[in-house]
């Protein structure tokens, strides 16, 4: 059974930076993509930045520059380093792990830029 357990969520003022893990089991990350996605109230799910099999690295223009994922294949868990953090950087985070023929989902983890 495949399962992703987020955290590192929380609260933090405008500029500070959190650290958002994924640890996985059932799966193997090294051999699938990681991606971190979010969702903000009133707004579709969009995808945060991602990290394929083979190490390619996509991030949405809106956090190139702060964000930075990363896989410690070790520990089989995916991260998502945030830094400068912005109001509208809140949002509930979702890591997916898998490949084209299936793909599992975390349970969310909030990250709340407020003042």
């Known amino acids: 059974q495949v399962q992703l357990v987020e955290s590192g969520g929380g609260l933090v003022q405008p500029g500070g930076s959190l650290r958002l893990s994924c640890a996985a089991s059932?799966?193997?990350?090294?051999?699938?993509?990681v991606g971190w996605y979010r969702q903000a109230p009133g707004k579709q799910r969009e995808l945060v930045a991602a990290?394929?099999?083979?190490?390619?690295?996509h991030y949405a223009d809106s956090v190139k520059g702060r964000f930075t994922i990363s896989r410690d294949n070790a520990k089989n868990t995916g991260y998502l380093q945030m830094n400068t953090l912005k109001p509208e950087d809140t949002a509930v985070y979702y890591c997916k792990v898998g490949n084209p023929l299936n793909d599992y989902w975390g349970q969310g983890t909030q990250v709340t830029v407020s003042s």
């Open positions: 059932g799966i193997i990350i090294s051999i699938n993509a």
């Open positions: 990290i394929t099999r083979g190490g390619s690295i």
